[in-house]
């Protein structure tokens, strides 16, 4: 028997103010579609901005549904439109924020682990890492250089 192990590193950073230029304006444009997602049974808004190689940014919310399983995350909303809008751009960058109208979220939120394997599939088909920011309404913003940073156990197509 062998031991695995694997690590993840992230880059914190404090707050809004602190991050990058183009970052700070991902992560408004987020903010922006959190602030519109449709959340009545959970409470619990998501927001999601992608930056494109060709310079656009496409957003996304949450969309829930009476039957929970038929609604949709922010991040695959964004990623899924991305996809069908602009085929042959790559995904660069992407900001995540979220919040509760329960209680102020301080904490980073990550994507769930369905948004994960989603992002995964756009990142092995352009052959390039997304680096992914992620926080709750306030507080600390985590970064990621890729998705397997966050599934370093990747299921990819070479399984199938």
């Keep these: 028997m062998k031991e695995l192990k694997i690590e993840s590193i992230f880059q914190v950073y404090d707050d809004l103010n602190e991050l990058p230029n183009d970052v700070f304006l991902l992560m408004n444009n987020a903010i922006k579609a959190r602030i ?14 992608i930056l494109l190689d060709n310079g656009e940014i496409v957003t996304g919310n949450n969309q829930e549904n009476v039957s929970y399983p038929s609604g949709l995350c922010a991040e695959r909303t964004a990623i899924y439109y991305a996809g069908a809008k602009y085929p042959d751009s790559k995904i660069l960058k992407m900001a995540i924020t979220a919040a509760s109208s329960n209680q102020k ?56």
């Design 36 to 49: 519109k997602a449709y959340a009545p049974y959970s409470k619990f808004k998501v927001g999601a901005a």
């Design 105 to 160: 979220t301080k904490q980073p939120i990550p994507p769930c682990g369905a948004c994960r394997q989603a992002i995964a599939e756009y990142e092995i088909k352009q052959d390039s890492p997304v680096e992914i920011y992620f926080m709750g309404e306030v507080g600390n913003i985590m970064k990621s250089n890729s998705l397997s940073n966050l599934l370093p156990l990747l299921f990819d197509k070479k399984a199938l």
